[in-house]
Structures are given as structure tokens and as C-alpha cells.
């Protein structure tokens, strides 16, 4: 008898496992159904296309957003961090660097933007939201002292550089591809290494991972350096597409890049996440501009309609 | 470790393999011919707003719109919400709709470069409103003549004040196209009948133009008229001349929004360059319509401007 329930009990908790795994994507799935049944130029292959390229600036942001978010962390400064690595980046473009050395200058500048956000939050005992909060109010500053405020433009013509942004590998836009490897190797770092499971250890239960030997402070300099490359990354696709840096670029994008993650089932107190539940998110929400704009929808609903997916997304996490 | 290298090496032989496969966007097709005639209510227009949040911007909304409606052409509007990577989204998606021309009234100019090369890669045909593009096909650009807003401002200060009265200049944003056009227009006139006294940026900014106001106040006696290059500089000058004490200085804005029109009434702004945003949408419609029906359109088509006083 008593074997009997406990076996009931394990498949109610297997079932509701389960549904808090697949929740998001049937959500994407029942989403994509209805825009497709409403217009259905919305799952011709080329808007599908379209719609990864639009995704892929959001995704690559949240994904480094969901190591600092499982640490039990958040990184307002996402978006400063993409338009000061943007505008470094064109600045040392205009110089003559060689594309490729610029590139990783560029990816190498978001990181150590994020390591600084790291020693900042560790070293000073700052809370994650007031000392990011502050970080991107100055790297948004600095990005408009070093632009004078006016977008930099003109400073490359290399086909590798457009290419980042601009181009297709076998008809697919070069930014998914990055945002593909980027999934690929931060699903291995955050499920399948030692790392990731410290960065769940410290966003569980900070103090008993400590006394498990666990040095929190380097894994969080790792995990905001992973999310400064992360949005300097997203910064070069779109220097690359825009042909331009914008010293306004990125305005506001943290709250996206949040709002993907929390829709993916990741635990705003830490502890909990999942990566795949992150791309799952920024697809939900790339699907809603998309399909809305395809539909015709006012930009003003727009906005109503994303915020009550939020919402809608994180009732239903709750729930089971 | 080992698995992440593997991975790695994965990934970079996919890359090094796929280079023979790499091209870039609006490179793909060259359908750039002459577009099939389409009667208005057959068409489909899309239009890229900067942002909706302007009420000058809402207004050239409103323009394409009303002009549209009359003639039973349907209009897909995005809000670029003043992000380039939005605007640039939504333009996309204009294309995917397959809308028949493109009115785009840009963010920036340098950052719609692709946008518009993607729409000329799909054949679609594109007119711009009141920014330019520095790069791709557009078949016409729908702007104010913004030299000629100038000179309007300048010749008005004559009218008021007199031939060499003491001006000073209150510049936009440096490297604005705004705000060098505005100004030539302005020199034009003004270097040959007026002496401009000082000529200092306050970046369009109405608290800029509070303290801009307030320096030249301190440095230049007898000031007789002030004309700033739009009106929310227009009227941050006013409250310092105000605070000064001094009430017998003319004031000239430009662009005609709501603010500046309602303290024109009061008494306290003397005139605005008004431009017309909702004539502009309408002029854009119409541009669409001549240039589908074979028609020759030129390649900048000026929006009229109006100086809008108290009376």
C-alpha cells in the first residue's frame, strides 16, 4: 500500500519534471501554430531565416544572462557592455587592425567589461543589481564620451567583417551559426562540467558550496566574464549588420535578454536553469515581434502582448 | 575540457569547409528592373516610423495613412522605436510580407544602409522621409528644405528688428544634417544684413539651451533677437532671457511643434519655422503612386514650410 502511493507520488513528480521541461516549447510550438495559421508567409523558410537572425542577438546576450541569473545574480549591463565593445571595436577597425584581431580585441574588451562587474560584486561585496547598475550607466557613458555621441561609420569594408553580421554559410545567416556554436559550447560548460555544476552549487546554496570547498569568487568572475563577451559578441553582429556603432545601441536590451531567460524556466533566485529553456525563451520572443509585425499588429500592443506572455510564462512555471 | 576541445574542433572544421559557401546579404539576387505598374488600391505600402513615441513623427504617420485610405492602399506600419537593430528587424519583415513600396523615414542614416540594400535585393522599391540614407537605391527622399527654413528665420529677424540688429545663433546637434542646413540657411541670409554676435550648440536640448542662453546672456549686452535651430532650444532661451529680466529679445524656433505653437499664442515665442510632418506622409504616398505608374519622380521632393507667428 504504502509502496503503492509513494510509486503514485514519483510519477506526479516525474509528470510535473517533465512538464517543467517541455512547458516552454509547447508554448513556442502552440505559438508558431497560431501565427502560421493567422499568416501563413510566417513559416515560408526564408522568414524563418529572417526570424533566427532577428533572435540571435537576444539569444547570445540571455545565454551568458542564464549563468549569471542560475549563480543567483542578474547583469543589467548587458546592453552598455554591447555598444562600448561595439564602439571600441569600430574604433580599432578604423585604426587598420586586421578583422579577425579586431574581432577578438572586441570579444576580449566584453569580457573583461564583465570580469570588472565579477571583482566589483566579490571584492566589494556588492549587491549583483546595484553594482551592474551602475557599471551601465558608466560603460554607456564612456561609450558616448569615446563616440562624441555620433555613430562611427566607414570604418570597414572587409569582407570578413560584413561577413560576421551580414553573411550566409550555406544559406544561412552567419549570426545563427554563432549563435549555434555559442548554445553548443555554453550547454557543455553549464551540463556536462565541473564548472557548471559549481555555478549551480553557489546559486543554490552559497555558504554550504563554500564549505564544500567550492571558490565562488572565481567561478563568479568566469560567469560575468562569459556574459561581458556574450553581449560584446551580439555587439559585433550588429556593428556588422548596422555597418555602423551606435553609441545608443543596446538600449535596454538586459530587460529582453531577462525576460528569455525567466520564460526558459530559470529560477530568478538561482539554483535552477536550464540553457535550452533560454533559446526556447528568446525564440518565444522573437516569434511574438515577427509574427505580431507580420500580422499587422500596432507597436503599441505590441508591447501589452510581450508583457502578458511574461507573465503568462512565469504563472505557469509556478504553478506545477 | 577534452569534450569543449572537441567541440571546438568540431565547429572550426565546419567553418574552414563551409568557406567556398559564404556570401553576404542583398548580394543573392539582382532583380532591380522596372517594377509592374500597380493601381493604389491594389497596393500594399510598408512604413518604417523611427518612432512613434514623436508626436511629429505620429503626424507623418498620420499623413501616409489618411492619404492612403483615400485611395484604398492598404499600409503596414513597424515602430523602429528609435533602435536601429528594431528598425532593421521590422523592415525585414516588411519585405517577408511582400509589401509593394517601402516608405522608411530612417533612425539613422548610415545604419539603414542594409535595410535598404535588402529591399533593393527584393526588388521592392524605397522612398525615405525626412532623413536620408547614406547607401543603397532610394527612389526619392521626402524632406523639408531646411536651408530655405533658414532663411525664412533670418529674413523674419529682419523684418522685426532691422537690418544689423545683434543676433546670436543657437546651434543643433554638431554634425546633424538638421543642423547645417538650418544654419547655412541661416548665415545666408544673416551674414549679409545681420550681425551675428555668437553662434554656440546646445544639441537641440531645451536644458541646453537654458544654459547656452545663459552664458551668451553674461557675455553679449544688448542682444536684440535669438534664433535657435529648433524650437526646444527655442524655448529653454526663453526662460533664460526671462529670468534675466529682459523681455525685448525676439525669438525664432523651428520645426512648429505643439509646445512652441501654444507659447507663440501666449506671447512668448515671436515665430517658428513650422514644418509639416503630416503633408510629408502624404507627399510620400503620392511619390509611390507616380513612381509604380511609370511616372518620373525627383530625387529629392521638398516638403513646404510655413512661418507660423502670432497672428
Known amino acids: ?192 562540467m565541473t564548472f557548471g555544476r559549481k555555478t549551480f552549487a553557489i546559486g543554490g546554496n552559497e555558504n554550504a558550496s563554500y564549505i564544500a570547498g567550492i571558490k565562488s569568487d572565481r567561478v563568479k568572475y568566469t560567469v560575468y566574464a562569459i556574459s561581458g ?44 536553469g536550464r540553457i535550452v529553456g533560454t533559446l526556447i525563451g528568446a525564440l518565444i520572443i522573437g516569434t511574438l515581434n515577427n509574427g505580431l509585425n507580420l500580422l499587422g499588429v500596432s507597436s503599441f500592443y505590441q508591447q501589452v502582448v510581450r508583457g502578458i506572455v511574461i507573465i503568462i510564462a512565469v504563472l505557469l512555471d509556478r504553478k506545477k | 575540457m577534452k569534450k569543449l576541445f572537441g567541440l571546438l574542433t568540431i565547429f572550426t572544421m565546419f567553418l574552414l569547409g563551409a568557406c567556398g559557401s559564404a556570401t553576404l546579404e542583398g548580394e543573392q539576387s539582382d532583380e532591380s528592373e522596372k517594377v509592374a505598374e500597380i493601381s493604389p488600391d491594389e497596393m500594399t505600402i510598408g512604413l518604417s516610423i523611427s518612432t512613434l513615441n514623436n508626436p511629429f513623427f505620429g503626424q507623418l504617420q498620420e499623413g501616409v495613412e489618411d492619404k492612403a485610405e483615400e485611395n484604398g492602399t492598404t499600409v503596414r506600419t513597424v515602430d523602429a522605436q528609435d533602435d536601429t537593430a528594431t528598425q532593421i528587424n521590422g523592415i525585414d519583415d516588411l519585405i517577408q510580407q511582400g509589401v509593394d513600396v517601402l516608405l522608411i523615414n530612417p533612425v539613422d542614416s548610415d545604419a539603414i544602409t542594409p535595410a535598404i540594400e535588402s529591399a533593393n535585393a527584393a526588388g521592392i522599391p524605397v522612398i525615405t522621409l525626412d532623413r536620408s540614407s547614406e ?116 525669438v525664432i524656433g523651428f520645426d512648429g511643434n505643439e509646445d512652441a505653437l501654444a507659447q507663440i499664442e501666449e506671447g512668448r515665442l515671436d515665430a517658428t519655422v513650422a514644418q509639416q510632418p503630416y503633408e510629408m506622409g502624404s507627399l510620400a504616398v503620392q511619390a509611390a503612386y507616380d513612381y509604380v505608374s511609370g511616372k518620373d519622380v525627383e530625387n529629392v521632393i521638398s516638403s513646404p514650410l510655413e512661418l507660423m507667428t502670432a497672428e
Open chain 1, 1 to 192: 500500500m504504502e509502496a503503492k502511493s509513494k510509486s503514485i507520488t514519483q510519477t506526479k513528480a516525474k509528470r510535473s519534471e517533465l512538464f517543467r521541461k517541455l512547458g516552454p516549447l509547447i508554448a513556442l510550438i502552440v505559438l508558431v501554430v497560431v501565427v502560421t495559421f493567422l499568416n501563413t508567409n510566417f513559416i515560408n523558410p526564408t522568414n524563418i531565416l529572417n526570424l533566427l537572425r532577428q533572435v540571435s542577438v537576444n539569444a547570445l546576450i540571455a545565454f551568458g544572462m542564464t549563468f549569471v541569473i542560475i549563480t543567483g545574480g542578474i547583469d543589467l549591463s548587458v546592453g552598455s557592455t554591447l555598444a562600448l565593445s561595439g564602439a571600441l571595436t569600430a574604433g580599432i577597425l578604423a585604426a587598420g587592425v586586421p578583422p579577425v584581431v579586431a574581432i577578438f580585441a572586441g570579444l576580449l574588451i566584453g569580457a573583461a567589461l564583465g570580469l570588472l562587474n565579477g571583482i566589483v560584486i566579490t571584492k566589494g561585496k556588492v549587491a549583483p543589481f546595484i553594482a551592474t547598475l551602475a557599471t551601465m550607466t558608466i560603460f554607456r557613458g564612456l561609450t558616448l564620451v569615446y563616440t562624441e555621441g555620433n555613430p562611427i561609420t566607414g570604418f570597414s569594408d572587409d569582407f570578413t567583417f560584413l561577413f560576421f553580421g551580414r553573411g550566409y554559410l550555406f544559406g544561412i545567416p552567419f549570426p545563427v551559426v554563432l549563435m549555434a556554436i555559442a548554445f553548443g559550447i555554453l550547454f557543455v560548460l553549464l551540463h556536462k
Open chain 2, 135 to 250: 547607401g543603397g537605391e532610394v527612389v526619392t527622399l521626402i524632406a523639408s528644405d531646411n536651408v530655405q527654413g533658414g532663411e525664412m528665420a533670418a529674413e523674419h529677424i529682419v523684418e522685426l528688428v532691422g537690418e544689423n540688429a545683434k543676433v546670436v545663433q543657437l546651434e543643433g546637434t554638431p554634425g546633424a544634417s538638421a543642423a547645417n542646413e538650418r544654419g547655412e540657411g541661416f548665415n545666408n541670409v544673416a551674414n549679409e544684413k545681420l550681425d551675428v554676435v555668437d553662434s554656440q550648440s546646445a544639441n537641440f536640448s531645451r536644458s541646453e539651451g537654458l544654459t547656452v542662453m545663459e552664458n551668451l546672456l553674461q557675455s553679449n549686452s544688448d542682444i536684440d533677437a535669438v534664433f535657435a535651430q529648433n524650437d526646444e532650444m527655442a524655448l529653454g532661451a526663453i526662460e533664460a532671457i526671462e529670468a534675466a529680466g529682459l523681455e525685448d529679445i525676439v
Open chain 1, 229 to 272: 563577451m556574450m553581449s560584446a559578441l551580439a555587439g559585433l553582429i550588429l556593428t556588422s549588420r548596422l555597418n555602423s556603432a551606435q553609441p545608443t545601441a543596446g538600449t535596454a536590451y538586459e530587460l529582453d535578454a531577462i525576460a528569455a531567460v525567466v520564460i526558459g524556466g530559470t529560477s530568478l533566485a538561482g539554483g535552477k
